[in-house]
């Protein structure tokens, strides 16, 4: 397993070891102690998540406001371009973001550590996105931030995606830093 730190404080993207003969391949998505020992993912899951989405189609940016999520991502089928954004405005690194492609061609995990915001853009034909969840999902604990946000400047591969309702109605990241102001 490989480990490549980003410029985000704890997020990670990691390119597991990935076996392969005529016959296919192998890989271990994920291991304990072994993501623990060479990954520093020291919290217990407590949620497994599978959603399939059409090309174009973008989720994000999300987070839970008083219990965050951490997650280990990957695409088991297709390709996505993932984005982790820090919202933490204490951090040296507040509004900025890391993003990666994670496909079923390059078997790429990103680990997001509790406190981020994410999303992602599908940009094969569809895709299959696994992921696992350090805190249970909680709808009334969820908020978000506008993919399209100036202040973010992510560098999105598409420029009208397909959005829910509710990710068209997020707002900016001021907007949103405002409100927890208060």
Known sequence: MKVIETALPGVRIIEPQVFGDARGWFLESFSARRYRAEAGIDLDFVQDNVSR?????????????????????????????????????RSATYGQHVAVELSAENHRQIWIPPGYAHGFCVTSEAATFQYKCTDYYDPADEGGLAWNCPDLAIPWPIDTPVLSDKDRRHPGLKIWARTQAR
């Open 53 to 89: 989405s059409a090309r174009g189609v973008l989720r994000g940016l999300h987070f839970q406001r008083t219990r965050p999520q951490g997650k280990l991502i990957q695409v088991i089928d297709g390709a996505v371009f993932d984005v982790a954004v820090d919202i933490d405005p």
